[in-house]
């Protein structure tokens, strides 16, 4: 099966986008030998002696030196308590603290760091005793993160088989939904649709907590509102319906939610890029910049540091600590289509029918080109800070490395003939991805760069188009979003599909 092409053609032609849419001087180098020279006199005259050993026993008591505190009550003549000393005393201990060494202030630092590794293992293991082994793990565990190299193995873990009684289905009412975030820590789930809704769910309870509609959707309940009202009264002032200034006016194509749960950002056919309150879903902050629609949102892990793709094939960064823009990434010759990033100041991307994935090194101002085969590249995952998968419309599925232009491994057809990948995702730091398409299943996939393998693990049986996936990041359980048409146009459509998304155990809690 051939779509049509998802240029500006393609998407003005489709009903579902019809409607929305100085030299050096030689006094400089002489200056800086004069200020060492001078640095070096004054350390040749400094005590010989450790300082900070010298601070230390100065704080190790009251400070009862001439012109101090305690000193110059007693040449007062007041009375000084034990409670007076000690305080007097405490206080010259955090004066030293902030002189202490670079050694000390790096020793402290680890000190406290493997504390809160302790109680946060001990709390783990139900207050048993912790063992060395365990820490040692741990940290370097946490430096091959920080460095991108951690992999965890998880894809034996996986069962052979998913329960599909043990999937949970959360009805979306009205249009296909396009897009979907997590916050795992507090089972919330955020959903968007081409309606321009974005719905706040519970993945404990099954409950919508908060429901955003579009402009569109308020203007038009707003409008029977208004109607009701004018037949039940004499008098009819004509005046426009209030619908206010949140929401989206047209289809919500991308989510994301920062990791420690307090901002959501959404984008869609209006162009804008909507900032909200988490927790309410009370906008904070509207951006404009792109030229043409936002499919796709991403966050860096531990920050508040957002990427926005769109089809105007740019890239934008935005701050929103301080709420600002920040700056533009240029190089896809087509529409931007799928985002990824985690910890490292780094985004991937696919640009569609340019058929290339793209990853941004933000500090280095560079960017790596890989070039993929077949029609056109739709979506990726990064697995790890340097290895990622990609989808396409040709039913590729492709395993990449970052120090290699070509894929490590690639399986055609994953989905079945001419069924394209409409979604990715993958456990951040694992060795599991999925795909979805609309064949009527999401499988689940292990990816092993050093064998250059993709192997099957299972499949999970789902009607409809899958146009979201989305891993918890211990990789415990997935969502993923379910709908009746594709979520950037209405190529073809499945009837007996139900809008919304599923959530899917992987691993034994």
Not at 108 to 115: D, H, K, P, Q
Not at 137 to 154: F, N, P, V, W, Y
Not at 205 to 226: N, P, Y
Not at 340 to 352: K, N, Y
């Amino acid at each position: 099966m051939v779509r049509p092409g998802k240029g500006a053609a393609g998407f003005a032609n489709d009903p579902f986008f019809a409607g929305g849419g100085g030299g050096r001087g030689s006094a400089r180098p002489t200056a800086k030998r004069q200020g060492r020279g001078a640095a070096r006199a004054s350390e040749s005259t400094a005590p010989r002696g450790s300082p900070g050993k010298q601070k230390r026993r100065r704080a190790s008591g009251p400070d009862e030196r001439p012109g101090s505190k305690l000193a110059q009550r007693k040449e007062d003549g007041l009375e000084v308590h034990s409670d007076d000393e000690n305080e007097i005393g405490e206080s010259g201990e955090d004066e030293s603290s902030e002189d202490e060494t670079p050694a000390e202030k790096r020793l402290r630092l680890a000190e406290e760091l493997i504390a809160r590794i302790e109680e946060k293992e001990r709390d783990e293991a139900d207050g048993h005793d912790i063992d060395a082994e365990i820490l040692s793990r741990r940290l370097q565990d946490d430096l091959a993160e920080s460095k991108g190299q951690l992999r965890r193995a998880i894809a034996d873990k996986c069962p052979g088989s998913v329960d599909p009684e043990a999937v949970r289905r959360f009805r979306h009412r009205g249009l296909p939904v396009t897009c979907l975030s997590m916050v795992p820590d507090k089972h919330i789930v955020y959903c968007g649709a081409k309606d321009g809704s974005i719905v706040k769910w519970s993945l404990t309870t099954g409950e919508r907590l908060i429901e955003v509609d579009g402009k569109r959707a308020a203007a038009a309940e707003a409008a029977k509102a208004a109607a009701a009202a004018a037949a039940n009264s004499s008098i009819y002032t004509g005046a426009a319906p209030d619908v206010g200034d949140a929401g989206h006016n047209g289809a919500v194509l991308a989510l994301a939610v920062s990791s420690d749960g307090t901002v959501l950002a959404s984008g869609g056919l209006d162009r804008l890029v909507v900032i909200w309150e988490a927790e309410t879903l009370s906008c904070l902050r509207k951006f404009k910049g792109h030229r043409d629609a936002i499919t796709c949102l991403t966050f860096r892990r531990k920050s508040h540091q957002l990427f926005s793709g769109s089809l105007d094939r740019t890239i934008k960064i935005w701050n929103l600590d301080a709420m600002s823009y920040v700056e533009t990434l240029y190089g896809h010759q087509e529409g931007v289509l799928a985002l990824d990033s985690l910890d490292r100041d780094r985004a991937l991307s696919c640009g569609g029918r340019d058929r290339s994935v793209r990853l941004w090194k933000v500090p280095e101002e560079s960017h790596a080109i890989f070039e993929g085969t077949g029609q056109s590249i739709d979506c990726v995952a990064l697995l790890t800070e340097s290895q990622f998968v990609s989808g396409s419309e040709s039913g590729l599925l492709s395993l990449w490395d970052s120090q290699k232009k070509k894929p490590l491994a690639t399986v055609r057809n994953a989905h079945g003939a001419e069924k394209w990948i409409t979604s990715v995702g993958a456990v951040p730091y694992g060795d599991v991805c999925a795909s979805g398409s609309n064949d009527g299943t999401i499988r689940l996939w292990k990816c092993d760069p050093n064998k250059r393998k993709i192997t099957a693990i299972t499949t999970v049986p789902i009607v409809g188009f899958i146009t979201a996936i989305i891993f918890e990041p211990a990789g415990q359980h997935f969502v993923a979003a379910v709908a009746q048409e594709h979520r950037l146009g209405r190529w073809s459509r499945e009837q007996k599909a139900r809008n919304g998304f599923v959530l899917v155990p992987l691993l034994p809690s």
